[in-house]
């Protein structure tokens, strides 16, 4: 069973000197995790939280989750606190932890890393504004899609939520394979043993 509830926020040198006691759990996208996560994370993805809860509530130690920024990571704590389990976030994520200059792992054999979600969503968004401008020249009805994108980026800062990016999550390079969640289940199993 999981130990008595964490600082529900950790530094990135906080987290560095706790790393040997610490259950990593990266909740980001198996493509933004092969781009770089804090060593001997877990890649659980925030949507496969509640599958992992049986191995998260059996971890020993504390359970740290990650993301890039902090955001994803504090909805995945908020989550796990529903289900008894406490975890810490570390703040600012892994853009945080690289800007204290500490190393991010990355897998060897040439796996192709995803942009990150900020990133997706970024290009997803500008790549719908453009389209509906350059059909608005067409179809003045058309520029009612780049209305609706700025409405939901504006919807989406006032509420910290991102429709786009749970859409864009659903994609198959940011969907880890049964596989891999599997076998992360099974390491986070046989790490209590």
Known sequence: MTSAAPNPDLT?????????????????????????????????????????????????GELLLVCASGARAERARAALAE???????????????????????????GSRAAWAMERQVRFAAGAAVLVGLGLGLLHPAALLLSAGVAGGLVFSALTDTCGMAAVLSKLPHNRPRPADLDATLAKLGSARS
């Open 83 to 109: 289900h008894g389990v406490p975890a810490a976030t570390l703040i600012g994520g892994t853009r945080g932890w690289a800007g204290h200059g500490h190393a991010l792992d990355r897998p060897r054999g």
């Open 12 to 60: 990135p040198d906080q987290a560095l000197a706790r790393l040997p006691l610490l259950t990593v759990v990266d909740v980001r996208t198996p493509g933004e995790y092969a781009a770089g996560h804090v060593p001997g994370a877990h890649n659980i993805p925030l949507d496969d939280l509640r599958r992992a809860l049986p191995a998260l509530r059996a971890t020993d």
